[in-house]
């Protein structure tokens, strides 16, 4: 796979003061809020920290890599056997697709592209 991004996603139950904590912590405010419930820093160029709003569960264990070709990246994991299905268009986003797959020990593992 052609990894072209890495975000490291963690869910929080109170949203703005894990924005606020982090932000501080940081030394900045987020780069971006793409979503409500949502702020993002770039950590590097190819690294993504995000901040997800989960008050049920709190934690989110969420690894997402953006793919140079969604499709591509599909295909190999299927040629190994893992079950992907077909990635949704993302409503709010032009092109955003992403596929959502629970790897063997219970976390996420997203692949994107688009925008």
């Known amino acids: 796979m052609d990894v072209a991004n890495v975000f490291v996603s963690l869910g929080v139950t109170a949203h703005v003061a894990g924005c606020q904590w982090r ?10 809020s ?10 590097s160029d190819h690294v993504l ?8 569960d709190g934690a989110v264990d969420t690894v997402s890599l953006r793919l140079l070709n969604l499709e591509t990246g599909i295909e190999r994991l299927r040629d190994t056997g893992v079950a992907v299905g077909n990635p949704p268009p993302i409503s709010g986003f032009d092109t955003l697709r992403i596929a959502t797959l629970t790897v063997p020990d219970g976390n996420t593992l997203n692949l994107l592209e688009g925008e």
Request: glycine share 8%.
């Open 49 to 56: 920290f995000q901040m997800l709003d989960n008050p049920k």
């Open 23 to 32: 932000s501080a912590a940081l030394g900045r405010r987020p780069d971006r």
């Open 34 to 43: 793409p979503m409500p419930g949502c702020c993002e820093w770039d950590l």
